[in-house]
């Protein structure tokens, strides 16, 4: 089993930045794709971005591209999600997850069997 736990979430102004972690506990996951995902009040839970275990490959929502950079430590337990460039529209509760579902793009979170609780980032206009 594997327990995911948010943490960084902020309130900043548009243009600022703030970084999140996502800790896990459990068991490596050195050998299990990680990714983030957001949901905003009222919409469906969107994909931002994901690393892959095997290659530390990073993918990326076109909305958060070039302006977000998904990393995770050498051990593999602890993923970050550094936000620049922050706007009103990305506000939401940002999730991790974990997971290794190879038949599901990473993009989908059906790929993912392990979720965190979520942390709240609120960026003011």
């Known amino acids: 089993q594997v327990q995911l736990v948010e943490s960084g979430g902020a309130t900043v102004q548009a243009g600022g930045s703030v970084r999140l972690s996502c800790e896990a506990s459990g068991r490596t996951l050195r050998f299990i794709d990680m990714g983030w995902f957001r949901q905003a009040a009222g919409k469906e839970r969107e994909f931002v971005g994901s690393i892959m275990y095997n290659t530390g490959t990073s993918a990326y929502a076109d909305s958060v591209k070039g302006r977000f950079t998904i990393s995770r430590d050498g051990a593999g337990n602890t993923m970050y999600l550094q936000m620049d460039s922050l706007e009103p529209a990305d506000t939401a509760v940002y999730y991790c997850?974990?997971?290794?579902?190879?038949?599901?793009?990473?993009?989908?979170?059906?790929?993912?069997?392990?979720w965190g609780p979520g942390t709240q980032v609120t960026v003011s206009s």
């Open positions: 997850a974990a997971g290794l579902t190879s038949t599901i793009s990473v993009r989908s979170p059906r790929h993912y069997s392990y």
